[in-house]
DNA sequence: CTCGGAGTTGAAGCGCACTTCAACTCAAGG
DNA sequence: CCTTGAGTTGAAGTGCGCTTCAACTCCGAG
């Protein structure tokens, strides 16, 4: 059957480099079967699976988050496209969430050239409370100090 | 005068961790006079300096192209609010380009909850062009192997 | 003068998402 | 059989944006 993929042609058409798709599968986003000369076969559902994996990303998830995502579709029957879609449907609201941050940060941004403040005690661009740092990797902590110890008592 | 700010005020009116404000300041994107005890004494102008460094994060400006914009600001006279507002100008592109890929994702993720395709070949979800990726840190050549070789000759 | 909190440095560590490397095996063609 | 290209592994490296640490100094109040 043509079912499976070696590592070489689910990177050839998925554009994720081999390095990469044995790391995904390390960390439990992609799964294979093994020849008996111990070499990886991808089955085709692998392929939607690594396409949702760079999807997620573009949304700003995290590998992790992505695996638990993952995680959540059916293990017995193969994934449907309604599975699929439901797994979509759920980074829907972060996309929106994203736009919506993004757009507020450019309203901000006119408004500050406008008055030319970028002063950060009241602009609102500085407003840690929209918590939409935190986005890339990196160690984190990104705006949270909001909160100096306001005096225990 | 009420000039000089240590780097522990500093931090606690920008909410910066004095470790990151030393970081920026060893990259060059903030700069401070030292006391005869060596210790950083910072005008009150790198508060905007730092507002700015953050803002430009958020857009998802690496710290290197933030450097670069502040080193175009002029460096003989204190920035006027002029100034400031062109740099932030400068952004403004970034951010509408980044909002914009953000929705064509939104809506292409739509379009394949509909199709429940998510099939690599054909999704437009899928197309390296849109370069959206290469935003977050970490190794690069996040989409680019667009190009298997192409037969030379 | 003494004390403690704030500051200084360079070096190392961290978290993420990978890549690169060395040393090896596997698989197919000539 | 030999070669070549594709695959295997674990360990280490990379880039970014920091934090943490150890060992030290500075500075102001008591």
């Known amino acids: 059957m043509h079912e499976a993929l070696t590592i070489g042609q689910l990177s050839a058409r998925s554009g994720v480099a081999p390095s990469a ?26 392929l939607r699976r690594v396409a949702f994996i760079r999807i997620s990303q573009q949304v700003g998830v995290s590998l992790e988050e992505i695996r638990e995502a993952l995680d959540s579709l ?8 309604d599975d ?14 994203k736009i919506r941050l993004l757009g507020k940060l450019r309203d901000d941004l006119d408004g500050c050239i406008g008055c030319g403040c ?36």
């Open 21 to 46: 798709l044995r790391y995904y599968e390390r960390l439990g986003l992609i799964r294979s079967e093994r020849t008996g000369g111990n070499q990886r076969r991808y089955a085709r559902t692998e």
């Open 74 to 81: 059916p293990s017995s029957r193969t994934p449907t496209p």
């Open 84 to 97: 699929w879609a439901a797994l979509s449907r759920s980074w829907r609201d972060r996309l929106d969430e």
């Open 118 to 153: 970028l002063s950060l005690q009241r602009c609102t661009l500085y407003n840690p409370d929209d918590s939409l740092a935190a986005e890339g990797p990196g160690a984190r902590l990104m705006l949270p100090r909001p909160d100096p110890d306001p005096a225990p008592a």
